[in-house]
């Protein structure tokens, strides 16, 4: 066993960090499960052709599949203990890097969809038929399971012998430099993508707030940016902390705190999991505004 293997589960802050750990986790699963079941009724009578609507509808898939592991997480943060055998405990640690790159990507397709009908003036993006939009969303589940999943989990957590009675605890893998060299090669790209997504939709919504006149909360052109920005702020709230972090985390690997810490970080990536929810509950909010303001005039 490794030594940072070694330090990290005799950690003296680990029991105060899994109460933590199952108190976020329990919120996540619970507001993420409301947030998928809503959000699929709602999505049901959508246009099923629309670009936006399948990317939505692919992000939804990716909360759901993470959740159904959520409580495997739980229970060992209660129970301190592994229980359910090292493969399963690798399925579940990799799901929510799994998890948080998906639902990156589709995020970002989103945005971009939204971003070309802003600058091309169109009113949506759609795809010929239905069939075609299930032939992309077949073709992305695809290259997941036939190609990513084989790879990550072809090399996730061999590098050393890990004690089958902890989970997620996998650091020896970054005694191979070119694990190392990905990390900061991801760290950076998403850094770049997600503050360029933020810059830019800053940009458009000072341009569309200085055309506007009026009470802007009115205006469905700016209702439509605020959505846009709602899905920057979850990759910048969910996504950029934990890749900050993970700076200082490769060059502290033996501190077990720091390897604590980590899954902090982590389980913050999975609140995106509320975003469907919080979502329906902001959209209805400007809905009653834009009214109000309607009744005022």
């Not at 947030?35 to 099923?48: A, E």
């Not at 919504?205 to 846009?228: C, D, N, T, W, Y």
Request: aromatic letters at 14%; glycine letters at 4%; a positive charge.
């Amino acid at each position: 066993m490794s030594d940072n293997m070694t330090n990290s589960t005799n950690c003296p802050e680990e029991k105060i960090i899994s109460g933590i750990l199952v108190a976020m986790y329990s919120i996540i699963f619970i507001g993420g499960v409301i947030g998928v079941i809503v959000m699929s009724f709602t999505l049901f009578k959508s246009n099923t052709r629309s670009v936006t609507t399948t990317a939505v509808i692919n992000l939804i898939m990716v909360h759901g599949v993470f959740l159904l592991t959520i409580p495997f997480r739980i229970m060992y943060f209660v129970k301190n203990e592994w229980i359910l055998g090292d493969p399963f405990c690798k399925i579940v640690s990799a799901m929510i890097h799994v998890h948080m790159y998906l639902s990156l990507l589709f995020y970002m397709i989103t945005l971009v969809i939204r971003y070309l009908i802003y600058f091309k003036q169109k009113d949506k993006f759609e795809f010929y038929r239905k069939l075609h939009a299930v032939a992309a969303s077949a073709a992305v589940w695809a290259v997941v399971v036939v190609v990513i999943f084989p790879l990550f989990f072809g090399q996730y957590g061999t590098s050393n012998t890990y004690n089958t009675s902890k989970c997620f605890h996998f650091q020896g893998e970054f005694n191979k430099l070119g694990v190392i060299i990905l990390n900061y090669i991801v760290i950076a790209l998403v850094f770049v993508m997600v503050c360029a997504f933020l810059c830019l939709q800053v940009c458009i919504i000072v341009g569309v707030v200085r055309k506007l006149q009026g009470p802007i909360l009115a205006h469905q052109e700016f209702s439509a940016q605020m959505k846009s920005l709602f899905f920057v702020m979850v990759m910048v709230v969910c996504y950029l902390p934990y890749h900050m972090f993970r700076i200082y985390y490769l060059n502290h690997l033996s501190d077990c705190k720091i390897v604590m810490y980590n899954e902090i970080c982590l389980s913050i990536t999975a609140i995106s999991c509320f975003d469907m929810l919080s979502f329906m509950v902001r959209s209805n909010y400007l809905k009653q505004w834009s009214v109000c303001t309607a009744l005022r005039k």
